[in-house]
């Protein structure tokens, strides 16, 4: 949930910063060590610089005592060791010394908890992997009447080897038993001729996804249970699920492998930056660059996703229109087995890590790589690829176009507020949504939904320009920082792109910049906002901080960037999105309405206050403005979709408090029923469909005559509008806001249409 600050560029506050850190680390030359990623002396200087400019630069900066100390010690921990089935209690009570300490340690650049901590916790994974073998080596007995708490927050850590040991078993015989279940309902249902489960439980799906990793998640790798030939015995599907928990368990440890101790120490400056607050942390390198991506949707590169698979680095995917996707030579599951660069000599890259792979195979546009590749059919054979600026489009904003009584609409959806800070003349959020306005426009539409459901933000500057499109001039956000008084951002420009009906669809992870948009347009009466009950809640602004920039002549490689919280954002009628979020015009019932997982659930967050509101006028073009917010509401109390949507967001809460897990066969399977059984009341859910049919944009369908992929994505995209009752409900809304005026003109033409085809 992030918002990058270009505008921050030109905050004094930070220059004040950089100016101070020259002065006292300019001259400050380390030619200790060779950059490897073993040096104390960078992790030292990581330490200084970091807490040096949170202190200087942050909005809030949190004092550093011992409080500050334990709130260290407790998500340091929390993060090493989640489901506490690594650390022993005896571990812990070794650790706890410490717990007052770390404010001490941090000022002083001690790395002593760190290091017992790190040695600590890759002695204990090591030995997991005896454990989990062991366990995983003879048959369970589901006939044993035991249950396993999943409840690991509250869970003691174990105090023997033996309490970690039967933790570790049950904890992977719930995750086998699950998976037998399946595949025994999977072949039974084959030879009934009949479908399999109705739906999953939702919460189990949670809990698997938030507190046991990845590899425990058995649920995709039933497969083998409805092969061809004669049904498989208990035993044969028993042995299966423990050969498939061996193997997600071995690439689980074989990812842990691959991550080096500088990616740990990541792990505790993040413990040490989140108790300033929630959205200050340590950007390492290859998040950094990450994140760049992210935020501008492009890179240098080749265009494809990787993935590991085992040693080997595997396509998953090729970016539609890069560099790779146009050769057409590489495809989705070859494994890449050596890369070179241009005519040198090719490296073996079998058994690299991920992130050192990605590095080789990245570079400059117009550079060529070389990859030998082992294709899914077992031939090997080498690929050159000149590097390219690659698009991501899943990154950009997209529009469609439906009809509805006559009148067409236009749907925008908008996955971040996204910039490219290197290139003023490059895509952003704010120009391509005034492209896709325009468009639509020239289509003929009668009303705009901008979605920006599960946006997490992005720049701010383009969420002026957004918001500007819609009102003739004014406010559109105030900003205040520690010390100085508040900053208002307005839309100078009078003109307006559109000034017809607009809905803006939010969700509650709608987040930062979503939100002031939401914000804005709510407070200018100018659109309607409907979705959750509240979005994020996320009123705070971060800056990028280079940390390269503070130390020259360093050979300790490069030091990585801090994400900051130097300023507050408020909504024009004076009142924070802090906490509070925005709350909808329209509120449509949500599945996870009752969940906790907004900014006012997350420990440490910042406080919501008030400031006095900017000048601002209310919108007056929408007589209709009131009544389609009655119209919605009266529609979504009496829709039995919408009421049945609630009922599973109650069911889901309620399944969410549940822990405790049978694992005994009989017993297990009598749960799961139960779960399923009311699982079928909530399947009309996901079978909706409405009877509104979306297509793209002229321009897009001549670009998706030459591009499959495209095609694919955009035909699934319309697949899920027609399914979206959120979507239909906004567009009912556009209904409403529709002025008598167009309704007759549109009403004429129909009429007239209707006389041509009877003579």
């Not at 369970?140 to 409840?151: A, G, L, M, P, V």
Request: glycine share 6%; aromatic share 8%.
């Amino acid at each position: 949930m992030n918002t990058i600050i270009d505008y921050m560029k030109r905050n004094y506050k930070i220059l004040l910063v950089i100016a101070c850190l020259s002065v006292t680390l300019l001259a400050f030359k380390i030619n200790t060590g060779n950059g490897d990623e073993t040096n104390p002396d960078k992790d030292k200087l990581l330490l200084e610089l970091l807490t040096f400019v949170i202190e200087k630069g942050h909005y809030s900066p949190a004092t550093i005592d011992d409080n500050f100390s334990k709130g260290v010690y407790k998500d340091y921990i929390e993060a090493l060791d989640p489901s506490k089935r690594f650390f022993r209690q005896s571990d812990i009570d070794e650790f706890s010394k410490y717990e007052t300490q770390l404010d001490n340690q941090l000022l002083n650049k001690d790395l002593t908890f760190f290091d017992l901590t790190y040695t600590r916790l890759i002695k204990r994974m090591e030995e997991s992997k005896a454990i989990y073998k062991a366990i995983l080596s003879k048959p369970f007995d589901y006939t044993i009447d035991e249950s396993f708490n999943t409840d690991y927050e509250n869970a003691p850590y174990a105090k023997s080897t033996a309490e970690l040991n039967n933790r570790w078993r049950k904890q992977i015989k719930l995750s086998t038993l699950s998976s037998l279940i399946d595949r025994l309902d999977m072949q039974e249902n084959k030879k009934k001729g009949t479908a399999g489960h109705i739906a999953n439980d939702p919460i189990n799906q949670l809990k698997q996804g938030e507190k046991i990793e990845e590899s425990y998640n058995e649920k995709s790798k039933v497969d083998s249970a409805v092969d061809s030939g004669k049904p498989k015995t208990f035993e044969e599907l028993e042995k299966e699920t423990r050969e498939s928990s061996i193997k997600s368990l071995d690439e689980y440890f074989g990812f842990i492998k691959d991550l080096d101790r500088s990616d740990w120490f990541s792990v505790y400056i993040n413990s040490i930056t989140a108790r300033f607050d929630p959205h200050t942390n340590y950007l390492a390198p290859e998040e950094k660059e990450r994140f760049d991506v992210s935020i501008s949707g492009k890179l240098e590169g080749i265009g494809a996703r990787l993935q590991k698979k085992n040693d080997f680095t595997e396509i998953s995917e090729l970016i539609s229109g890069g560099p790779a996707w146009r050769g057409k030579q590489l495809e989705a599951g070859d494994l890449i087995m050596k890369v070179a660069q241009g005519n040198q000599q090719p490296v073996d890259v079998v058994g690299m890590r991920l992130d050192d792979v990605v590095k080789k195979i990245k570079g400059p546009k117009g550079t060529e790589v070389r990859l030998t590749v082992k294709k899914v059919d077992g031939t090997i054979t080498v690929i050159s690829i000149i590097r390219d600026i690659v698009e991501i489009e899943e990154t950009y904003a997209k529009s469609s176009i439906v009809n509805k009584n006559g009148l067409k609409y236009g749907v925008i959806y908008l996955p971040k507020f996204y910039i490219d800070f290197e290139n003023k003349d490059g895509r952003d959020a704010g120009k391509d949504i005034a492209l896709e306005v325009d468009r639509l426009k020239k289509a003929g539409v009668s009303g705009i939904v901008l979605d920006v459901r599960d946006d997490g933000g992005g720049s701010l500057s383009t969420v002026v320009d957004i918001a500007g499109l819609f009102i003739e001039e004014g406010p559109i956000v105030q900003i205040k920082s520690a010390g100085r008084k508040k900053e208002v951002l307005y839309d100078k420009d009078q003109k307006i792109e559109w000034d017809g009906p607009l809905v803006i669809m939010v969700n509650s992870f709608s987040a930062s910049a979503s939100e002031i948009l939401a914000a804005a347009i709510q407070d200018y009466k100018r659109g309607i906002i409907i979705g959750s009950k509240q979005t994020y809640g996320k009123g705070t602004v971060q800056n990028v901080i280079d940390l390269n920039q503070f130390v020259r002549s360093s050979s300790m490689g490069d030091l990585g960037a801090l994400k900051t919280t130097t300023q507050k954002f408020y909504r024009i009628n004076g009142g924070s999105t802090q906490l509070e979020g925005v709350s909808s015009d329209v509120v449509m019932p949500d599945r996870y309405a009752y969940l906790k997982m907004g900014e006012r659930d997350v420990d440490n967050a910042m406080p919501w206050d008030k400031i006095d509101q900017a000048p601002y006028s209310i919108w007056k073009n929408n007589s209709n403005f009131n009544q389609a917010i009655i119209n919605s509401k009266n529609r979504i109390a009496q829709n039995q979709q919408f009421q049945l949507v609630e009922d599973n967001a109650k069911w889901i809460d309620s399944r969410s408090k549940e822990n405790v897990y049978s694992l005994h066969i009989e017993k297990f399977k009598i749960a799961q029923s139960e779960i399923e059984e009311k699982a079928k009341k909530y399947k009309p859910i996901l079978d909706y469909k409405n009877s509104l049919k979306f297509t793209s944009l002229p321009y897009e369908n001549e670009m998706m005559a030459k591009d499959a992929t495209l095609k694919e994505k955009r035909d699934r995209w319309h697949e899920a509008l027609s399914k979206d009752i959120y979507v239909e409900e906004a567009l009912n809304v556009l209904d409403d806001l529709q002025s008598t005026v167009v309704v007759k003109k549109n009403v004429s033409n129909n009429l007239k249409k209707e006389k041509l085809v009877k003579s």
